[in-house]
T-cell receptor
């Protein structure tokens, strides 16, 4: 079955700096890769996703890149703000079926 | 419109009791997922329903766990003979699954505490 690894487990950056979180997956059939943000005590919310027919997707300060050959994808947050502090989860899925999540990255943006 | 709702929001039970957790997905969403999240941990997949197809139960941790989805809408996750290690937040999510729209929308979760 699918296995998703995520690094780093914790990340601290200064406000205004960039943050990068990386995930690898094992099943080459996976074709949908979402990223979720979960604030303390709240539900996960989708922040960006990418499909296997695209190499990069950007939405304002957030971008995701996908390397199908190497089976890894990354989340990039630029100009970080304190409200970006949260736990971020990556996931891999085939056509929206069985989602496998990474273990999460706790991002702290220091003022 | 209304999002995914779950009930109860909190459930405290004694070891050995059965519990039922309810999920109301977004209207029209054909896919429904259950996850378990232990404190400070990631999301553990439990079960997935898609339309009228047989559910994918590959994530259920033991035969004490079961789930059903009646009429393609509301779902109930049942845990029999609860154990202390079952304590976690149980999250439900739904997805439209039409035209390749796979985005999952999560409910607020049910926090289960087994004493």
């Amino acid at each position: 079955g699918e296995n998703v690894e995520q690094h780093p487990s914790t990340l601290s950056v200064q406000e205004g700096d960039s943050a990068v979180i990386k995930c690898t997956y094992s099943d080459s059939a996976s074709n949908y890769f979402p990223w979720y943000k979960q604030e303390l005590g709240k539900r996960p919310q989708l922040i960006i996703d990418i499909r296997s027919n695209v190499g990069e997707k950007k939405d304002q300060r957030i971008a995701v890149t996908l390397n199908k050959t190497a089976k890894h994808f990354s989340l990039h947050i630029t100009e970080t703000q304190p409200e970006d502090s949260a736990v971020y989860f990556c996931a891999a899925s085939y056509n929206g079926q069985n989602f496998v999540f990474g273990p999460g990255t706790r991002l702290s943006v220091l003022p | 419109g209304a999002g995914v709702s779950q009930s109860p929001s909190n459930k405290v039970t004694e070891k050995g009791k059965d519990v039922e957790l309810r999920c109301d997905p977004i209207s029209g969403h054909t896919a429904l997922y259950w996850y378990r999240q232990s404190l400070g941990q990631g999301l553990e997949f439990l079960i997935y329903f898609q339309g009228n197809s047989a559910p994918d139960k590959s994530g259920l941790p033991s035969d004490r766990f079961s789930a059903e989805r009646t009429g393609g809408s509301v779902s109930t996750l049942t845990i029999q003979r609860t154990q202390q290690e079952d304590s976690a937040v149980y999250l439900c999510a739904s997805s439209l699954m039409a035209s390749g729209n796979n985005e999952q929308f999560f409910g607020p979760g049910t926090r289960l505490t087994v004493l």
